[in-house]
Structure formats: C-alpha cells, structure tokens
C-alpha cells in the first residue's frame, strides 16, 4: 500500500498538480503511520540577518548572531539558563562547573572545568582548550589569533588581565582590577576546538565552513547568504538539552515582508520579528506570534552636558509622564512592552523605584511649569534618530508619537535623522562632539542582559567617549560609588541588591526618557511545539519538536 | 572587421578607468563607516582602530585606490568586511545567479516582446494593436516591487503553488535546470521579465511600422513575395535594432534587480548590493558594482560586434 502511495505521488506532472498529489499522498501515509503524532522533523527558520553569522565561535550579527551561530554549535565556560519563560534568565555552569574568586586577590578567579566534555571532532575539552581560545581573540601574536572574532569578543571581556593552566581542568583567570561582573562577561566567550582548527591547515575559513563546539548542533551546511543547517550532536555533555529535532535549518531573509511570505508559503516553519502590520493577518491564518519580556530597551539617552535642558530632573520626569505608552503599544499591534523603568518589569533587578512611569499630562505640565516652561515659552531642542536599526523597532512611528506628546506639554522636539550606522558612530563619539549637531538626546535601543551593557557602560564618568559610550556625559559620583560596589561585591544575591539601587535611582531621578521594551515577536507555523522563549537574547532550541 | 573590434577595444579602455575611479570613489561618499556594521556598537576604540589598519583604512584616499586597483588587476577584488569571505568569490556566485535569473527572465521578456511588438506592428490600430500595446504599457509602468508582492501573494502565500523565496531546496549551490529549481525561478523571473517585455514590444512596434512604411517592402510585395517572405525581410531589418535593446536590457537584468531579488531573497546581485549596502561593506560594493560595470561595457562592445556583423554599413559609419 505505501509503495502504491509512494509511486503514484511520484508520477511526473505538472509542478502544481504533482505537488498536490504529493499533499494527498502524504496525507494518507500520516494515516497510515498515525501513532508517530510527533516527527522530531526538520524546523527552518528565517532570520533578519542578510548572511549566515559567523561560525567560528564568536559569532557577528549582534544578538541574533550569538542565538544562531554561537549557543547552537558552542558553549561558553558560562551558560545562561534559557530553560524558563516565566523569570529572566540567570547565569549557570557550562563548560565549568564553578568559578570563585581568591578571598585573599579579588581579582584571582578559579574556575574547574567540566569532566569527560569531549569537541564535536571528537577531541578533548582542557584547561589549554580556554587558553587557546582566550589567546585567539586576545593575543594578536598567536597563531590561532582571529581579527573577526577578536573584533566580536575582545570587548566583551574587559575585565580580563592574565590568564593560565593550573591543571588539565583548572584555568585561572586574573582581572586587572577587582570586577565581580567577570562571569557575565565570560558567558560571552565561545570555546572553538583547537584539533579541528589545527586539523583545517590552522584556517579560520576553513573551520567556518565545518566548525567544531562543545555545543548541541554541528553544522553540517554552510551556503553564504542562503542557507545553513546543523543536526543535533548526539555526544553533548549536558543530555537533557541534546536536541530533540532532526535538522534545524537557518535562512537569511533580511527583508520583512520576504520572510512573512515564507513563513505563509511554508518554506519556513518560524520567522525573527514578524513586522508589526502582519500580526493580525498572521494570527488569522493560524500562525502563532510568540513574545515575551526580555533584556531590551528603546529610550532616549539624554545628554547631560552644560546647557541642556535634560539637566534639570523636573523636565526629566515631566517629559517620561507625557508619554502615553499604551498608545504605543496598541499602535504596534502589542509588540511592545510600555516602560515603567529602565529594566523590563519583572527584571531582578528592577528593586522598587518611588517614580511610577505613567501617561499624566497634567503633571508633567505642571513640572515644566517648576521649571520655568510652558505654552508662551516651549521648550525647544534637537534628537538625533534614525528611520530603522537594529533592535530599534518602528523608529519612525514611535519618535512621531513622542514628539506630538512632548508638544502637548510644551516640549518642541526637532528631529535629527541620520541613518543606522551614522548614528551608532555619532552615539560612539559622544554628545559634546560636533556630529551630534547640539542634539541633547539619541534615541537608541539597548541590550540590557548584564550589570555593564545594562547600567555601566551608559552612565559611569569615565567611559565617555573615547573610552566608552556614556554619550550623554552624566556623571554623578554616588552612582559611581554604586557601580563600584556591583565591581566589588562578589556575592550574587548581595550584588543584586546593588544593581536594584542603581535601577531605583535610574527611575526616580529619570536619567532617560524610558519609553518601551521589544517583545522578542517571532511567528511560528503551529507544527513548532516544545518551545520556550526564555526572557533572553538567546534561546535554547533542542527541546523543539515538530508535529505532522 | 577586426580593426573595427580592435577600434572598440581601445575606446572601452578609458571607459574601464573611468568606471574604476567612479566606483571607489561613490561608496566613499556614502556616509556611514563600513566598520560600523560589523563591530560590536560598544567596541573599543583599540578594537576599531586594529580594524580599520587590518582593512587599509587608515591610508589616504589615493593610496587605497591605487591598492585596490593593483589587486584588482590581478584578480583580486578584496576580501568582503562583512563576511570575511573573497570578494570575487562572493560576486562570483552571485553574478551567476542573477545570470540564470537574467537569462530566464530576458527569454520570457524577447519572446512575448517579440511577439507582441510584431503583432502590434503588423496589426496597426487594430484591437490586437490596442491589446499588444496596452500589455507592453504595463509592462514598462508596472512597479517591479508591487507585482512582486502581488505574485507572491497569490501563487505562494494564497494558492501554496510557488516557492516564494531562495534559488532551490538547498540553496543555489546544487541548482540545476530541473522542475524543482525552475518552480524557484518562475515568480522572479517573471516579474524581472515584464519590464524587458514591454520596452522590446513598444520599440519593435514603432520599428515594423516604419519598416512596413518603406517603399522596398512595397516593392517586395509588387514583385509578387507572398506575405511571408516579406515578414522575413522585416525580421531581418529590425533585427540589429532588436539586438541592441536586447542587449541593454540582458544588461540592466544582470546588474540584478535589487527590489526583485530582495523581494524572493534570490541570491543573486541585487540582493548581494543590498546586503553590502546596509551593512556598509565597501570592498563588497566597490567588487560587485565594478564587475557589474565592466558586464555592461563588455556586453555594449558584444552587441556592437554583432550588430556590425549583421548590418556593416554600422561598421562604415
């Protein structure tokens, strides 16, 4: 019977026809094999990315880069736990099993490695493997030194001084000044296998096309620009996250509307940030629109130097009040998550800010009013935005609706428009410098998942331009003295109880304009079951599965 | 005429120069910096400063095209920032592609022009004249973005008949001119084809009038030539003109539609541009907009050839 189904399906037609036969033919010999509900099946997924990202280890495309190329196929000595929708995600052991900081040294750091963890070319996980892989973004006269992935890694470990082998499963790690933020920053390091890379004639390109992890997925297809596929490594040290899937297959489609027509075609089984106007048609054809909460936010970083209105906290405050946030969010069709600080709601580290973000008019008139501004002396100042970017939303609607709330309180708000990569450059070079045209605030979209992405590197004094991207040249010491102590304390319970101060007095002294969080939105055909979206830039996809 | 094809040779030669300075020199003015796209936003000034070296832009202007150009002389276009990948590799794989999708689409887009033009031609101001040329006005006005959309909609969102995007199941690499890759090319190449249709059909079309017009093809007739035999001499006559618009046209559908192959994420030039221009990657510009550049100069000098050799009064002039 299944070979007359078979060879009927098969008979040559024209391309509709005999797809339809197909359509039938699988139909009935689900029928026929009912008892397998669920394939373990091949699940395609459309990216924004224009190419593959990076598989060597550090992987480039930002944070869709490190979901796709890097968590898949590698592991860091630190993992972040994706198991969990419903609480942020927290960091847990990978490729170590613990890290401790010396009492004596506080920038001494230990950590053991994982017994048995074997590279997906069969070669063994050691103490040199971390060596190596520092030195391969760290020490430019290493043989195995990458420029493309010292360029994704170098910054991501600032803190990392000297490091050695104490024995085949003890690296130490010494940071050049005490920094208790060291294990966030280490979670970001990818483990590429030397053997492998030694095996390849010791060429990076080589090893991009058939790399080698410690991670869940081997990638067995690399096509440039079109296509990637991975299937599960069945050795993976951690069994409860061996993949359940056959394949996972990765499709650059950059263009929105392109991967929306994909997934209704079904070439794709999921698409990254379905735009917002395709929500409602899509959850009408029975896709699911999947989000949640995560470390991402959409302010205005606001400048603080001499002259600029954004110094006086009673604008600060008037100008988040006006906000109608919820307005927003319906004009995004729900992709969005309104403010009420600057940590997403739920965050460990949100604390308990007195300053409650809400839409209030009437009060953030009569703040501006404190501070001598109203409708016969508005208030007149630049921004700076761009018409898109990444992780920026729908730049161009958002910015229109705040400029109309500010001009309802007597904030007049002219527009700076630059384009994506003008304007991180502008954001890099600071607010004082003579691309940021006098404009006292940037709108910019930030990664939010750890003490120095999150707080850190916006506000502490000394990482203005150059030495960091404090655009707006804030600079208080108590919030200093603050990010001192996350540095310093090492204990993680008593080092969130910092990080929730810093939060409190991000809020209530209103040191941006807090406007909204991404949902993380992807669609998905129903087939895709068995998937949890952590609270995270990063997911975890072996427990996925696919239904008939 | 081998000093006539010796004579063009020399001309393209600055013509090539030209084209090199012009493509250097316009990614140079777009604003932005090609590094920007692919470090990290909080990269280190270190970290940016060891890139910009390892990629040659810390050297002056001058210096960097005349090191550009040396290599590419050598056939070396650069290595692409974005993707770590040769340049000339990834042109490469992409001229190819939008080469099948160029060749589909101008097959589709000669024939039914062809057709359509002879048909209008031959039938003035009559209802096929009037259908002929109402088809070819859409073809010329129609938005390449829209009825790209359109055709997506309906063949693969709606009926599920068409793949809308990529080159075949498994990437171009493997493509062949099989059922299973065509069913990829149809919708593009489709819509790449209307624009060639229509500019072909309204050009023949004014063409076989005025051939029509001329007092030979009333002579071939008094001689008694049967209706055929004059169509052939039509054919023949408006050949050369119909081999240089189809000659640009293969040419303007090589560069790659942008929109179009953005649109079905055909891996092809276009989409190529696209990608280098958002993110900035200028060695990847400057590569694929030059092999483009040269495309088209090499297939004017082909045309001019074959036109010469069909018609050597061309070569005399």
Known sequence: ?548 | MLRFILRRLVAVTPVAIGVSIVCFLLVHLAPGDPLSAVLPVDASPETIEAMRTAYGYDKPLVVQYGLWLWHVLQGDLGTSIASGRPVTSEVGRAVVNSLILACVATLIGFTFGMVFGFVAGYFRNSILDRLASAVSVFGVSVPHYWLAMVLVIVFSAQLGWLPSTGAGPDGSGNWRPDLEHLRYIILPALTMSVIPMGVIARTIRALVGDILAQDFVGALRAKGLSEFGVFKHVVKNAAPTALAIMGLQLGYLLGGSILIETVFAWPGTGFLLNAAIFQRDLPLLQGAILVLAMFFVALNLIVDVVQTALDPRIERG
């Open chain 1, 1 to 548: 019977m299944i070979d007359l189904v078979t060879r009927w399906a098969g008979t040559p037609r024209t391309g509709p026809a005999r797809l339809g036969r197909r359509l039938l033919a699988a139909t009935l010999l689900s029928g026929l094999m009912a008892p397998a509900a669920l394939a373990q099946g091949v699940l395609k997924i459309g990216m924004t990315a224009s190419d593959i990202p990076l598989t060597t280890g550090q992987a480039d495309n930002g944070g869709e880069g490190m979901r796709f190329t890097g968590y898949t196929i590698y592991d860091g000595l630190i993992n972040w736990d994706l198991s969990s929708a419903d609480k942020p995600s927290g960091l847990v052991p990978g490729l170590a099993t613990s890290w401790t900081v010396d009492p004596a040294d506080n920038t001494k750091w230990t950590f053991k490695l994982r017994d048995g963890v074997t590279f997906q070319d069969g070669s063994a996980f050691t103490a040199d493997s971390v060596v190596w892989n520092l030195d391969k973004l760290l020490k430019s006269d290493a043989p195995q030194f990458d420029p493309r992935q010292a360029a994704q890694g170098r910054s991501r470990i600032p803190a990392v001084g000297t490091y050695r082998v104490i024995d085949p499963h003890t690296v130490e790690i010494v940071t050049k000044v005490p920094d208790a933020t060291l294990p966030y920053q280490i979670a970001w390091i990818m483990m590429s296998s030397p053997a492998q890379w030694e095996k390849l004639g010791k060429s990076w390109d080589a090893f991009a096309k058939t790399p080698s992890g410690t991670g869940p997925w081997k990638l067995t297809l690399f096509a440039p620009r079109e296509r990637a596929e991975m299937v599960p490594n069945k050795a993976y040290w951690d069994k409860a996250r061996v993949p359940k899937l056959d394949k996972l297959v990765l499709v650059p489609l950059p263009e929105a509307n392109a991967r929306v027509a994909a997934l209704r075609s079904g070439q794709v089984d999921w698409i990254e940030a379905p735009p917002p106007d395709a929500v409602v048609s899509l959850k009408a054809a029975g896709f699911g629109i999947v989000t949640n909460s995560y470390p991402h936010n959409w302010t205005w970083h606001l400048s603080r130097v001499e002259g600029s209105p954004w110094n006086d906290i009673r604008v600060r405050k008037a100008a988040n009040l006006a906000i109608d946030r919820d307005g927003m969010k319906e004009m995004l069709n729900g992709l969005m998550i309104p403010a009420q600080g600057f940590m997403p709601p739920g965050s460990a580290w949100f604390g308990h800010p007195s300053f409650k973000l809400g839409y209030d008019p009437e009060a953030a008139k009569k703040l501006l009013a404190e501070a001598g501004y109203g409708p016969k002396k508005p208030l007149v100042t630049k921004v700076l935005i761009a018409p898109s970017g990444s992780g920026q939303m729908q730049p161009l609607p958002m910015n229109e609706l705040i400029q109309q709330n500010l001009a309802d309180i007597g904030i007049k708000v002219e527009f700076k428009v630059a384009e994506w990569n003008t304007l991180t450059n502008i954001w890099r070079s600071g607010a004082k410098s003579d691309m940021s045209q006098k404009a006292t605030a940037i709108n910019y979209s930030y990664f939010i998942q750890d003490p120095f992405t999150g707080f850190i590197r916006h506000l502490q004094c000394n990482l203005t331009t150059p030495a960091g991207t404090n655009w707006g040249y804030y600079c208080d010491p108590e919030m200093d003295k603050l990010f001192g102590e996350v540095r310093t304390t090492f204990d993680p319970a008593a080092q969130a109880k910092v990080l929730e101060k810093i939060h409190e007095k991000f809020v209530d002294e209103a040191l941006f304009l807090m406007v909204a969080h991404d949902t993380n939105p992807r669609a998905m055909s129903p087939k895709v079951k068995g998937f949890i979206q952590a609270q995270n830039w990063f997911q975890d996809f072996s427990p996925i599965t696919m239904a008939k």
